[in-house]
Nanobody, 118 residues
């Protein structure tokens, strides 16, 4: 399964943006789809994750209440709706997948750049 992230861009602080992650094929419902981000000079940070069933959804502390992860099972696509964006949200955003119970994400898409101007 390949993952393709898209939808990044430049947005002003306070604005919104939605990024997408399309999977080349549907994985089992027992998989997590996650979003991570990495800013220059910083470690990769967990942003959000969901199972394909939507039964388990998690958010990183820095995005809780502002970002929403969702999925369209028919399109094998996971979305990250980013609201009330801040300059510190600027990063390359990556999508990834892993089987439930697995510690590490083992499939990664290419990143999509999100830049928030002040």
């Amino acid at each position: 399964v390949q993952l393709q992230a898209s939808g990044g861009g430049l947005v002003q602080a306070g604005g919104s943006l939605r990024v997408s992650c399309a999977a080349s094929a549907r994985t089992s419902s027992n998989y997590y789809m996650g979003w991570f981000r990495q800013a220059p000079g910083k470690e990769r940070e967990f942003v959000a994750s969901t199972t394909w069933s939507g039964a388990y959804i998690y958010y990183g502390d820095s995005v809780k209440g502002r970002f929403i992860i969702s999925r369209d099972n028919a399109k094998n696509t996971v979305y990250l709706q980013m609201n009330s964006l801040k300059p510190e949200d600027t990063a390359v955003y990556y999508c990834a997948s892993k089987a439930i119970g697995r510690r590490e994400y083992d499939r990664w898409g290419q990143g999509t750049q999100v830049t928030v101007s002040s």
